[in-house]
């Protein structure tokens, strides 16, 4: 029985990190394990300019503990107003990594989105002229559309038509919720990925609303049946080089989740390491950990992997805390419902 497990140190290809004393109190979170991640947009007001990002940098590198090895890589958030220059300077400095598209409404702090998608097409063509990968929030806003369908129809009326629209651009499907999306990803001939959360490796939605509403749990996409845990389950522990842990880690203090209109997100920067050593020791898949983990996502954004090294080892039930105390309130950390036994190593 393997006992240790020694990965190149990982990276998170989809976090939230906000802003001020929230920023501070969970960058550490994640630094602690991941070497980089892609840093959302969505502040209030977002990211949209290069100037945006390059402050928005600067307040993250502030705000990161001595000592501490991260490097964030920025994105921009696209609106119907970007400006394809100014994307493409900050592509081509190397200020940004990727832009993010947000339907408008579709999520928190989303209203600055995306509503008419023509709009967007002449910056989509200039992100695959220059290689600027664009990572997509894939769910439709229509009120219509049942929300535990919305992923699935986004693929078919917005994500299918751009693909073909923009042949050469770069896709990244963040945080799929569904066998759909893990279908079209499979079926893309080349130029898309996807993320999986953590969370959407645990919970279906069943632990949302079963024996009572458990606000620490809901997130956006909204965790669905169980069949489509188990189809993200076996793309993430199945080697496909096109899945990789983003692990969409949103906190939102208490107070604002335990509440009658609680916000979408969980917040797992702090245990999901041991969390995904778990479920990939469950699907017999320890050995594939690292592609999930650390090789797949680099691969994808054309990075090399990290140098580093992290050593996971097998013992007695992990102690983490509960709750992170952030200054603007605790944050609650995401229970997965069972002991962890895999710890990183200091
Ligand atoms: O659950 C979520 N929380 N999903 C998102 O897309 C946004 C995120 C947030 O910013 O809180
Ligand atoms: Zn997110």
Redesign the pocket.
Known sequence: MTQSLTLSRPDDWHL?LRDGAMLRAVLPETARHFARAII?P?LVPPVVTGADAAAYRDRIMAALPEGMDFTPLMTLYLTEDTDPDDLAAAHASGLITAVKLYPAGA???SASGVRDFDKVRPVLERMAEIGCPLCV?GEVTDSEIDIFDREAVFIDRVLDPIRRATPGLRVTMEHITTRDGVEYVQSAEQGLGATITTHHLVINRNHILVGGIKPHYY??PVAKREEHRLALRAAATGGDRRFFVGT?S?P?TDPNKESACG????FTATNTLSILAHVFEEEGALDRLEGFASLHGPAHYGLPANDGTLTLTKGDAVAYPQKIDTGEGPVTVFDPGYPLHWSVQA
Request: proline share 0%; charged share 5%; aromatic share 0%.
């Open positions: 939230h959302m969505n999520t928190t702090n929030h997130c956006l969409d949103a939102h916000c979408a997100g969980c």
